[in-house]
Each structure stands twice: as C-alpha cells, then as structure tokens.
C-alpha cells in the first residue's frame, strides 16, 4: 500500500558520500578520483510519460529512439505522452511514427494501467515504498525491475537502490575490487548491503567507474 505521506525526493549526498567512504575505502579512492556527483531530482515529471519514453528506447540506438519520440510526442494533444495521448491514436498513426507492434501493445497496456490506477501520478507515486512501486509498475507489459529501478534512482532520488542486474554496475563493482569477473546479481546484492542506505549513490559511482576506466584504458598501436 502506499505510505501515508510523500516520501522526499534526494538525498543528503554528502552523507552519502561519508558512509560509503567509511564502509568501502576501495570505492572511496575511485569516489576521490572521480569528486562529487550532482543529480537535480526536482524536476516534474509524469510515471506514464517516463514508462512510455523507457519503452520507446527499448533495444534503439539514442539517435533513432529519440526520433521516434520526437513523432509520437508531435501526435499528443499535450505534448507529453499520457494515457488518453496514447488512447486517442490509431496503430496506424503510431506504426507511422516507427513504434513497432510490439510497443505499441505495450504502450496501450501502459495507458489501461493508467486508466485502472495500477501506474499512479506523480503523487501517488510519491507515497509508494520502492517495493511497491517495482510490483505495480513491472504489471506494465514491457516494463521490468530494472526500468522501475531506474526511474526511483533518477526521478525520485530514492537513497537505497542498487539495480544488481546491471552489467555496468557489476562491471563497475569488479573493476573497483579487483574481481576476475563481474559479480553474479546475488552476490553483489549480498556484498552491496555494506553501502545501504545509500546504495544509490555506489550505483551512480559504479556506472562513472567504468567509464573512467574504459578512458584510462592504454590504446594499441600496431607496427607494421
């Protein structure tokens, strides 16, 4: 059920930080090397509007996904893709926005869950514990954990999430602990509690670990 009173949006990422540092000094040097990350969680936004975009980038290259949003946001009467949006088209006009078949099933289910009240506004998703927001949000065809995950972290700013099925973030975790591989979900979400209840903040590091990594990566030259 959902809690009685919105949850706050954020975190005190400076306290985030002194935990992590605390409980992880191998991830504290590459927190050090890397300094401080800003997330600007203030922004409004819509769960249909964000579950409808996560859909439409499914498996599309960003290039390619933002232009077939650029024609289906040009079809919304509100210029923002909500259920009665998504009611109101045809497959037709859809399908000539480049939505595939598939998506456009998910994008409909999208809308009914909306019009059923399964996906909340964005206050009544407020009031939603993480948990519950993965169970009724995941009931969207198309829609899985990790999506969810991703717009708790990046939306909400909810402090304690850590998308343990993300190869970058387990990627991010073996590069910082030396691992010979990427940790199996399981074991990172078994390894990861030492950064709660700021797993979110880690997650957001891991992913900036693996790009500095790939940069600092020496390049080869071959020799004729």
Not at 37 to 53: C, G, K, S, T
Request: charged fraction near 25%; include cysteine.
């Amino acid at each position: 059920m959902p809690a009685a009173r919105p949850i706050p949006r954020g975190f005190d990422v400076a306290a985030a930080q002194a935990h992590l540092a605390k409980r992880d000094r191998r991830l504290a040097t590459w927190m050090r090397r890397i300094g401080p990350i800003e997330r600007d969680f203030a922004q409004p936004f819509q769960p249909v509007d964000a579950l409808a975009h996560a859909i439409l980038y499914q498996q599309l290259s960003g290039k390619a996904a933002a232009t077939i949003v650029g024609r289906v946001l040009a079809l919304m009467p509100r210029r923002r893709i909500d259920a009665d949006g998504i009611a109101a088209q045809s497959d037709e006009a859809l399908r000539g926005a480049g939505v595939s078949r598939n998506k456009i099933a998910a994008l409909r289910d999208l809308a009914a869950k909306a019009q059923q009240g399964v996906v909340p506004d964005a206050r009544g998703l407020a009031r939603m514990s993480d948990a519950d927001a993965i169970g009724q949000l995941t009931q969207v065809r198309g829609i899985g954990r990790w999506t969810v995950e991703m717009l708790l972290m990046s939306r909400l700013g909810r402090p304690d999430i850590l998308p343990v099925d993300d190869l970058g973030i387990r990627k991010g975790a073996q590069v910082v602990h030396g691992w010979d591989a990427p940790p199996k979900p399981q074991a990172l979400a078994e390894f990861g509690e030492r950064w709660g209840p700021y797993r979110t903040l880690a997650s957001f590091y891991l992913w900036r670990v693996v790009e500095a990594a790939q940069q600092a990566a020496p390049t080869r030259c071959s020799q004729d």
